[in-house]
């Protein structure tokens, strides 16, 4: 028998879930961002290693479908959720330690960094995935576009914040300053998810789905729905897209188009405005007026993000005098209505298919999610290495990767199409639908 849903969450209950979203990218930003500036700068470590760190986060987040299936078949997701941000809390901690420990002692600090990044790895994957899987469960279908721009602005928000924030505090640098700072951060976000997250399940779920299966077992049953298959290689796709610009594109602008550094690092904020953008105008036009189906927002997104990169590269034929800031607005608004309509399509198809396995959905695209993640910023990069070498010609190097990635969304944009195009059945098999 399914899980019932007694109720759908409100507005406010939508809002308080975000502040999760918004805890989880607190906590990440000080991993992926300070703290690898301070190995790169401070400690003048190779980029690598916090590059292999980071990358080691993705690739533990491999494990996202077991925290879904766990979160399925024992209910009770508000206890993964907060289970998830303490073991990523305890590994920021942990990482901002190994900093410490690196300057003093090579090999205990990054012994002590690889046990923190797994740690951050196994806690964002079941926070996360438990989140999702509930907003999947709970959210009024009308509601979802909406709900999946709130959150996700709230997690952009716990991020820029804090990075902020914790940029004016860190200086002038010191190790004990350091540790205060995560500490605080981390400890904060704990209370706020747990507050956040109390009582809202009580209310919208009447009782776990008691089918329970061994682990294999559900994710083999999962894997042989077309819809979860089908639309597992749009994420992948799309998300390699999404990502591969990601460490290119500032040094872009600096080789091809003499931006200073201060310049790039604004390019980067006006493309994440642009982002914003894009997710407020889906949210506002899909849930408030009602305008244009998920599916058709996804694909608007990928067409219109492949037309942007496009655009990038041949800019990058005219060089320092060409209008690059308004086209990378452009990529980061397509990319906004891309990112959204794509979340609110898994929490609309987490819930169809055979049983309660919203969890382990989630889990199984939020896998593909971060290992495309992970792989798409390091092929990126190194297919400009390559291209540089080879061609000599940084425009051209550039430019090629650029049209490389405009590629895979089109490719992304004719998969939606077909995926999204067809209505899963209780079994699994896809049925001719919108």
């Not at 959210?139 to 940029?167: F, S, Y």
């Not at 201060?262 to 953008?277: H, M, P, Y």
């Not at 894009?278 to 037309?307: D, F, Q, Y």
Request: charged share 10%.
């Amino acid at each position: 028998m399914r899980s019932e849903v007694l109720k759908t969450l409100s507005w406010l209950q939508i809002v308080r879930l975000g502040l999760v979203q918004t805890c989880l990218g607190a906590i990440v930003v000080l991993t992926t961002s300070t703290l690898n500036r301070l190995m790169v700068v401070e400690l003048a470590l190779p980029a690598i290693l916090p590059g292999a760190l980071v990358a080691l986060h993705y690739g533990i987040q491999i494990t996202r479908p077991n925290w879904g299936f766990l979160s399925d078949t024992g209910g009770q997701r508000s206890r993964w959720i907060i289970g998830g941000m303490l073991a990523l809390a305890l590994g920021a901690v942990l990482a901002a330690y190994g900093v410490v420990i690196l300057e003093q002692t090579f090999w205990l600090g990054l012994g002590l960094s690889v046990v923190a990044y797994a740690l951050i790895g196994l806690g964002v994957g079941a926070s996360g995935t438990s989140l999702l899987a509930l907003l999947a469960t709970a959210t009024a279908e009308r509601r979802r576009p909406a709900a999946a721009t709130i959150t996700w602005l709230m997690m952009i928000a716990g991020i820029a914040g804090t990075a902020g924030v914790v940029g004016a505090m860190l200086d002038p640098y010191s190790a004990g300053l350091l540790m205060r700072i995560v500490a605080v951060t981390c400890a904060t976000a704990v209370g706020v998810t747990i507050l956040a997250v109390w009582g809202i399940e009580r209310g919208v779920i009447a009782r776990p789905n008691p089918d329970a299966m061994p682990f294999r077992e559900g994710m083999a049953e999962i894997w042989n729905e077309p819809h979860a298959r089908h639309f597992t290689l749009f994420v992948f796709l799309s998300m390699v897209a999404y990502f591969m610009q990601e460490l290119i594109l500032e040094p872009y602008a600096g080789l091809v188009f003499a931006f200073t550094p201060g310049q790039s690092t604004s390019l980067s904020g006006a493309q994440n405005g642009g982002v914003f953008l894009g997710m407020v105008l889906v949210g506002v036009l899909a849930t408030g007026l009602r305008i244009g189906s998920l599916r058709n927002w996804v694909i608007a997104g990928c067409l219109g993000s492949a037309a942007a990169l496009t655009l990038i590269c041949a800019l990058g034929q005219i060089g320092p005098n060409a209008p690059l800031v308004p086209a990378v607005v452009a990529l980061g608004f397509f990319n906004g209505i891309f990112a959204v309509a794509a979340i609110g399509s898994m929490m609309a198809l987490a819930g169809q298919g055979r049983g309660s396995r919203e969890g382990t959905r989630m889990g199984l695209w939020g896998a593909a999610q971060a290992i495309a993640a992970g792989f798409g910023g390091l092929v990126g990069a190194a297919m400009v290495d390559v291209l540089r070498s080879a061609t000599g010609v940084d425009a051209t190097a550039f430019g090629a990767v650029f049209l490389f990635e405009a590629g895979l969304f089109l490719i992304s944009a004719y998969v939606a199409m077909r995926v999204m195009g067809r209505r899963p059945s209780p079994d699994g098999a896809l049925v001719p639908g919108e």
